[in-house]
């Protein structure tokens, strides 16, 4: 339930930044060292940090005027010595920066992780790995076969299998089929299909004009192919994917979040419905709307325009199949946007289809029901979806978990799509591709979604270096490179690790939750070796976790064998 005030509609997981944006602000830059040198033959935890100098100003008392001296000391006196201890008393502590260093040679690069690593986070468990892919020498090791959450790294082996199954250039197709003949005048004696195809773009992210756009795109399509009437039903085919919409091991606390809504073969808009209030008369309703309209949906408004320009609102989901939205809203308010999560992607997506057909002039007499496309039905029209390539460049550079979701049910269809997409078989298709291609042990990656939001996800940091080791040398490599946030320029990494070395040369993909930060991809070494890198942290200290991997990048980058 969302109450008052205005939202902007954001869906995707992503991490706050703020913290992590001060401290690279206040860190200095470490000088490159002399070709040939060493950083760590005097490396402790206390040199990786620099102490913070600040310098205070000193008020000046007024004096004041007395009658008499006595031999007491002055008052001005006291209170200055008490008001400087106070001062020492209630003074925060200075926390030094931690900084990155420019190791020279492997040994020095191992020691410097491995003291960068020890320096900061106070409890929880770390795993890393980082790997020469240009040598295949392994440069640092600490926890590399432990068993991690992963949180949003795990997006990493999804966008693999995906392209591996698939194809960069792959298309999913919503298709628009009849099940019966059309007449002279346009009339379709039979029913009309909507078959999903589990494409994921279907929402403003790709297709312009807002999220009523992809299914108003068919619609004007199908009027487009000759269909004036439908005698028949409107049949939405979702059997491409499991009837399961929540996978195992995400948290009930989830539920009515944008990143964590349901998924279906046949979604749309990210299955995230805009409730849009706007005032009325004064005294009168308020005007109130979905975006997109859909016939999936039943609206119940109780808004009151009121004097004013504040607003009042609740907007909230009843079942999967009613939106109630009740409050006040002042007559010289804006329009107010809320979202909601939808509980049955099938039916919103073909309310809204059955609500633009009625907008092109398309009229289905019969009801809106959940079936299967019959063997003999016609293709009338199709939308298609961006190149693969594109999909998974979305998913990992904003961490859309929707995406994610789709794209590993996706992948278990395979290009023939003769299996249905469910966790299972994408988890079965996972541990064959993991353990035949890349070579891990069976048991390297324990998988039960593909977003990395499932609490019961398992990795090793030498799974995800492997991983990204094959990926790199891998027909479809530059789209998986090409898809991962850069540090300290785009999406994700746009606020970390600026001004270093790491800045527009670490592609990485982020995991964040409240119990994981995590960081794994490519950089390259000043030396123009490329490393690939896993860093997971696991426990309550993730400031600090962050801190230091965001420390331990430059270093990485700082690197040369000389």
Not at 72 to 83: E, L, T
Not at 165 to 184: C, N, P, Q, Y
Not at 520 to 534: P, Q, R
Request: proline content about 6%; aromatic content about 4%; glycine content about 10%.
């Amino acid at each position: 339930m969302i109450r008052r005030g205005r939202s902007s509609v954001r869906q995707g997981w992503s991490p706050s930044c703020g913290l992590a944006l001060a401290m690279l602000l206040a860190a200095p830059i470490v000088p490159p060292v002399a070709a040939g040198a060493s950083t760590t033959s005097a490396l402790t935890a206390s040199s990786l940090t620099a102490p913070l100098s600040v310098a205070v100003a000193p008020m000046q008392a007024k004096k004041r005027k007395t009658k008499r001296p006595t031999k007491k000391a002055p008052p001005k006196k006291r209170s200055k010595r008490v008001a400087s201890a106070a001062s020492r008393r209630s003074r925060a502590p200075v926390v030094p920066v931690l900084r990155y260093t420019t190791p020279r040679g492997a040994t020095a690069l191992t020691a410097d992780l491995a003291a960068l690593l020890g320096s900061r986070t106070r409890n929880g468990a770390w795993g890393a790995m980082v790997v020469s892919i240009t040598r295949g020498d392994t440069l640092f090791a600490r926890g590399a076969d432990d068993k991690l959450v992963p949180a949003s790294t795990m997006k990493l082996f999804t966008a693999a299998i995906a392209l591996e199954k698939l194809g960069a250039e792959h298309v999913f197709s919503t298709d628009v089929l009849r099940d019966g003949t059309v007449d002279g005048s346009g009339t379709l004696k039979g029913n009309l299909v909507l078959r999903g195809d589990g494409d994921p773009s279907l929402s403003p992210r790709f297709v312009r004009g807002g999220p009523s756009a992809p299914m108003m795109l068919l619609a004007q399509f199908t009027a487009g192919a000759g269909i004036r009437r439908v005698t028949g039903n409107l049949i939405a085919d979702a059997s491409a994917f499991e009837s399961r919409r929540i996978p195992e091991g995400w948290l009930t606390r989830y539920a009515g979040a944008g990143y964590a809504a349901p998924f279906s073969a046949l979604s749309l808009n990210e299955n995230i419905v805009i409730v849009g209030v706007a005032p009325g008369k004064s005294g009168g309703a308020a005007q109130v709307f979905l975006e997109p309209a859909t016939r999936g949906l039943t609206l119940t408004n109780t808004v009151r325009t009121v004097s004013g320009s504040g607003t009042r609102i609740s907007a909230r989901r009843i079942g999967d199949d009613r939106v109630v939205v009740s409050g006040t809203i002042g007559a010289r308010a804006g329009t107010a946007r809320y979202q909601l999560v939808v509980g049955d992607p099938v039916t919103f997506t073909a309310g809204a289809f059955k609500a633009a057909l009625e907008s092109a002039g398309v009229t289905v007499d019969g009801e809106t029901r959940v079936g299967r496309t019959p063997d003999n039905a016609t293709l009338l029209t199709r939308l298609p979806s961006p190149p693969l390539a594109r999909l998974v460049s979305a998913m990992n550079r904003e961490s859309i978990n929707h995406y994610a979701e789709m794209l590993y049910r996706n992948a278990a269809r395979g290009p023939e799509k003769k299996v249905v997409g469910s966790a299972e078989t994408a988890g079965a298709t996972l541990r064959t591709f993991l353990t035949k291609q890349v070579k891990l042990p069976g048991d390297a990656v324990s998988a039960t979604d593909g977003s990395g939001l499932s609490v019961l996800d398992r990795v090793t940091p030498r799974s995800l270096v492997q991983l990204l080791d094959h990926s790199h040398r891998a027909p479809w490599g530059s789209a998986f490179h090409a898809s991962l946030p850069v540090a300290g320029e785009s999406e994700l990494l746009r606020n970390r690790m600026r001004a270093t070395p790491a800045q527009g040369n670490l592609h990485a993909k982020t995991g964040t939750t409240n119990d994981v930060i995590g960081l794994a991809g490519y950089v390259t070494a000043e030396n123009g070796e490329i490393l690939a890198f896993a860093f997971l942290y696991n426990g309550k200290d993730r400031w600090h976790a962050r801190e230091t991997i965001d420390a331990m990048g430059p270093t990485m980058a700082a690197f040369s064998r000389e």
